[in-house]
């Protein structure tokens, strides 16, 4: 057995009770969990107010989602349209959420999701995302026919994939928006990391979600552990190249090789291949040269708002 710690050490200058004492010691304890274990902190205020932050971030977002139903305008969807990069005609989007703060304006997922995951929170928000996210595919499909097939993709968090009733959820929702009957619509988004908590457990639960019809993509690869020796266990229809590849190609050769090589992974595998964060023409040249399908980025836009994804696919010609 192997043992280790991690310790807070608080100072007794300026505290006013051992129980300040001890909760200072308490709170330098979780910053050194965090920063890898088995190590030391030392308290200092601004610990304490990064944890008072978060509390604060916490009761807000609770608040938030208390109101039944989520609705507008604390939280918004934006959709980033996904190109094919051949033609770049839009095949779909990406949503996207964001939380408009009372006091501090829009917040980032990258700040509140985490928060949304680690207080259950996720589970009512996802649900309100993924139908959100339908209605909004379904509206547009009925009113830009000669813009189709296009189709929606929507991001599962950890918890969300490990929860319980995902597959009952996402089969509502399939039959509320009555979009199945049309051409493949929804994509699931899921990251390695979410597959490896439990590899048996996520390859029964992608499998019936196939089984409804939806399409399953992997997020955010070759940032994560499982990767290559993984991939082919699993019934994904494309892969997410990581922005952190695409972003080096026009300028690094080994990450132009490592994007060839997950091209040709997948495609090896049978599977399509979507590019992250295209910001630039020569990163769009290469990433055509090396035969990615699909692409979304600055490039080609930014995350909208549905006003403006109607008034981009209203100036297409039918
Ligand atoms: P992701 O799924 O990998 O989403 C792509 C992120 O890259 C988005 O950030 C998008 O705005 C950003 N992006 C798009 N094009 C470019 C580009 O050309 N350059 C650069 N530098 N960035 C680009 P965003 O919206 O802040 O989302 C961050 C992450 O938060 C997402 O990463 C996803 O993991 C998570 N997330 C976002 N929306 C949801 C959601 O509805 N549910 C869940 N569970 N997670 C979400
Ligand atoms: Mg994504
Ligand atoms: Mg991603």
Same mark, same amino acid.
């Given at each position: 057995?192997?043992?280790?710690?991690?310790?807070?050490?608080?100072?007794?200058?300026?505290?006013?009770?051992?129980?300040?004492?001890?909760?200072?010691?308490?709170?330098? /304890?979780? $910053?050194?969990? @965090?920063?890898?274990?088995?190590?030391?902190?030392?308290?200092?205020?601004?610990?304490?107010?990064?944890?008072?932050?978060?509390?604060?971030?916490?009761?807000?977002?609770?608040?938030?989602?208390?109101?039944?139903?989520?609705?507008?305008?604390?939280?918004?969807?934006?959709?980033?349209?996904?190109?094919?990069?051949?033609?770049?005609?839009?095949?779909?989007?990406?949503?996207?959420?964001?939380?408009?703060?009372?006091?501090?304006?829009?917040?980032?997922? @990258?700040?509140?999701?985490?928060?949304?995951?680690?207080?259950?929170?996720?589970?009512?928000?996802?649900?309100?995302?993924?139908?959100?996210?339908?209605?909004?595919?379904?509206?547009?499909?009925?009113?830009?026919?000669?813009?189709?097939?296009?189709?929606?993709?929507?991001?599962?968090?950890?918890?969300?994939?490990?929860?319980?009733?995902?597959?009952?959820?996402?089969?509502?929702?399939?039959?509320?928006?009555?979009?199945?009957?049309?051409?493949? +619509?929804?994509?699931?988004?899921?990251?390695?990391?979410?597959? /490896?908590?439990?590899?048996?457990?996520?390859?029964?639960?992608?499998?019936?979600?196939?089984?409804?019809?939806?399409?399953?993509?992997?997020?955010?690869?070759?940032?994560?552990?499982?990767?290559?020796?993984?991939?082919?266990?699993?019934?994904?229809?494309?892969?997410?190249?990581?922005?952190?590849?695409?972003?080096?190609?026009?300028?690094?050769?080994?990450?132009?090789?490592?994007?060839?090589?997950?091209?040709?992974?997948?495609?090896?595998? +049978?599977?399509?291949?979507?590019?992250?964060?295209?910001?630039?023409?020569?990163?769009?040249? $290469?990433?055509?040269?090396?035969?990615?399908?699909?692409?979304?980025?600055?490039?080609?836009?930014?995350?909208?708002?549905?006003?403006?994804?109607?008034?981009?696919?209203?100036?297409?010609?039918?």
């Amino acid at each position: 057995m192997f043992t280790a710690a991690s310790i807070g050490i608080s100072l007794r200058d300026g505290v006013s009770s051992p129980e300040e004492l001890l909760r200072n010691a308490d709170t330098a /304890m979780y $910053q050194a969990k @965090a920063r890898g274990r088995d190590r030391h902190a030392v308290f200092d205020q601004a610990m304490r107010d990064r944890v008072v932050a978060l509390l604060q971030l916490e009761t807000d977002l609770r608040r938030a989602l208390s109101r039944a139903p989520i609705q507008l305008p604390e939280f918004q969807l934006r959709y980033q349209p996904i190109v094919a990069l051949e033609t770049r005609r839009i095949i779909g989007f990406e949503a996207l959420v964001r939380w408009q703060h009372p006091d501090r304006g829009w917040i980032d997922p @990258a700040e509140f999701i985490p928060l949304a995951e680690d207080t259950g929170l996720i589970v009512p928000l996802g649900q309100w995302i993924l139908q959100e996210a339908c209605e909004q595919l379904r509206s547009w499909q009925a009113q830009f026919s000669h813009c189709l097939p296009l189709s929606m993709s929507v991001n599962l968090s950890t918890k969300q994939f490990t929860q319980t009733n995902l597959m009952e959820q996402v089969h509502q929702i399939l039959q509320q928006t009555q979009i199945r009957g049309l051409t493949i +619509d929804l994509k699931l988004e899921i990251t390695e990391s979410a597959i /490896m908590e439990n590899p048996d457990k996520a390859r029964a639960l992608l499998q019936q979600l196939k089984e409804l019809g939806v399409k399953l993509l992997i997020d955010d690869f070759g940032t994560g552990y499982s990767s290559l020796s993984y991939l082919h266990r699993f019934p994904f229809d494309m892969v997410k190249i990581d922005q952190s590849f695409v972003s080096g190609m026009d300028s690094r050769n080994d990450q132009s090789e490592i994007v060839r090589a997950i091209v040709s992974l997948a495609h090896t595998l +049978d599977m399509k291949v979507i590019a992250e964060g295209v910001e630039t023409v020569a990163q769009l040249t $290469q990433l055509q040269a090396l035969g990615a399908e699909y692409g979304q980025g600055y490039l080609f836009a930014q995350p909208l708002s549905a006003e403006a994804v109607e008034a981009m696919l209203g100036s297409i010609a039918p």
